[in-house]
């Protein structure tokens, strides 16, 4: 079965700060994976996603995940954050056919220090 | 073009109670599935449908059932609500369910 792992439950960062956000999963073929963004009683908002091809994505302001197949990572960065970055973000794996739904991490809550 | 929609945005039931949910995926989507978000368990997917039949469902007990329309759109109800039930039911919509999913603002349901 699969599963995803997001090791930090919260991460506090200075604003303007660099930012890693790990995630790891467990997969027998190649996923397809996704990072989403939730602010407080908001829905899902997708950042980025890796289909195939290039390992390093680029996503939406200005967010970006490398795929690492060998490490089983997923790791998205900022290299400079923002303070309306302050969320809760979530790593997701899905499987071609996309019936089984999608699996996703505990989520990592992001903190930005003034 | 529209995003996902959910109606409504918030519900207050008793126990014992029944409920259903309601989503329009995004236009051209044929799509949707449902997933429930607690603090404890997390986003847990419940059951996707696909040209109104239901492909896959997750681990979730009887109770919870849906359907989906002609038209794509989607409901799901929960019979016989719990206090376990309270939790915030994000739909998801995609093309086909083999790419990118696109959510909601969800539904938060709260069981008294």
């Known amino acids: 079965a699969q599963s995803v792992t997001q090791p930090d439950i919260h991460i506090t960062v200075s604003e303007g700060a660099s930012l890693e956000l790990r995630c790891n999963y467990s997969y027998g073929a190649t996923p397809y994976l996704f990072w989403y963004v939730q602010s407080p009683g908001q829905g899902l908002q997708l950042l980025l996603k890796y289909f195939s091809g290039d390992t390093l994505v680029q996503g939406i302001k200005g967010f970006e995940a490398e795929f690492k197949r060998s490490q089983s990572s997923f790791n998205l960065r900022k290299p400079s954050v923002h303070w309306s970055d302050a969320a809760e973000y979530f790593c997701a794996v899905g499987e071609r056919g996309g019936a089984d739904g999608l699996t996703f991490g505990k989520g990592t809550h992001l903190i930005i220090q003034p | ?112």
């Open chain 2, 1 to 112: 073009k529209a995003g996902v929609t959910q109606t409504p945005r918030y519900l207050i039931k008793t126990r014992g109670q029944q409920v259903t949910l309601s989503c329009s995926p995004i236009s051209g989507h044929r799509s949707v599935s449902w997933y429930q978000q607690t603090p404890g368990q997390g986003l847990q997917f419940l059951f996707e449908y696909f040209s109104e039949t239901q492909r896959n469902k997750g681990n979730f007990p009887g109770r919870f059932s849906g359907r989906q329309f002609s038209n794509s759109r989607s409901e799901m109800n929960v019979s016989t609500l719990e206090l376990g039930d309270s939790a915030l039911y994000l739909c998801a919509s995609s093309f086909s369910g083999e790419e990118t999913q696109y959510f909601g603002p969800g539904t938060r349901l709260l069981v008294l």
